[in-house]
């Protein structure tokens, strides 16, 4: 009996010093275990008579028993105070000063800017934004706007060629983004007003030309539609795009196959400062974009009679525009998704 007693002592104040839970599995095994202090004696009940079973039984199971009381607390206890000593040290103060977030904030891509804009000011005019494909058949992309078969552009030195569609058509990726002008007047009844902003493909890229680049077209079909309107249109796109009231535009004759007949615009800028631009002062010029009226052929390439409907359009490229106004020196910075040049704008 004073064996036991002692026992007991020795196993609970070993359970109550336990630093944690690993000494404290230490101290079950050597109690609980297959070869432990308690387990030993609860084999030794098999050899004892019975009237000395009747004693010592009890007793003995109730050790295990008042031991296995005393690990479970104390396991409770220990986890309990490393859970605690965890919330001491891991606490979110969050009333520190926030982080510099400008890292993670995303930005507009100067082309995006300056394609919502754009698409902004004409829908203001009663514009709206047609869409189409940059994978194009020679019909759209060519034929239709009046290229003469074996004209310079319809070339590989010029355009990007992919194999033939199913409908053995040449595939080519669009050069400009007057194929959606010419599928919107297949698919809708005049008065037309569209814009047409997107990516278009030459494959003659240089330092000064990416292989992709952007546009925007515009286009106005209706009965007695004439250049006064698109100077007007022009005029009005100028002014709330660089922002300058008075700007003086140029119109220069010119020449494209599908419209006749065919300007380039300028506007009036001062370049005299290095690498600074402005507009609507100085005595330089900056072409900005083409236009005209829209050929007959065009008009019935696309099943519009001439003598019922006229129209003009324009054309622009966007990346140089976008380069003017942010201030760029060089195009493929656009294209090479550095985040640290884009946080600079927008
Ligand atoms: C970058 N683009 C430029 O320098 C000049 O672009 C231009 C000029 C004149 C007209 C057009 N578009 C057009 C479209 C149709 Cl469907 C019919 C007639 N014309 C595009």
Known sequence: QSAIEGLEQDIASAILNAGDEAGLEEIRISALGKKGSVSDLLKSLGAMSPDERKVMGPAINGLRD????????????????????????ETVDVTLPVREAAAE?????????????????????????AEGPDIEDDFHNFTALNFPPGHPAREMHDTFFLPPGADGQRKVLRTHTSPVQVRTMQAKKPPIRVICPGRTYRCDSD??????????????????????????????????FFEVEGVKMRFRPSFFPFTEPSMEVDIQCDRSRPGEIRFGEGNDWLEILGCGMVHPNVLRNCGLDPDEYQGFAWGMGIDRIAMLKYGMSDLRAFFEADVRWLSHYG
Do not use: Y
Request: net charge positive; with cysteine; glycine share 8%.
């Open 207 to 240: 330092q000064t030309h990416t292989p992709m680049f952007h546009q925007v077209e515009g286009l106005v079909i209706d009965k007695g539609a004439h250049l006064g309107h698109l100077k007007w249109i022009l005029e009005e796109f100028c002014k709330s």
């Open 66 to 89: 008042r031991v296995q009381g005393l690990l479970s607390h104390r396991k409770a206890a220990l986890k309990t105070a490393a859970l605690e000593a965890r919330l001491a040290t």
């Open 105 to 129: 904030t995303g930005r507009v891509h100067p082309i995006a800017q300056v394609m919502e804009e754009l698409t902004a000011i004409f829908a203001d005019m009663g514009f709206s934004v």
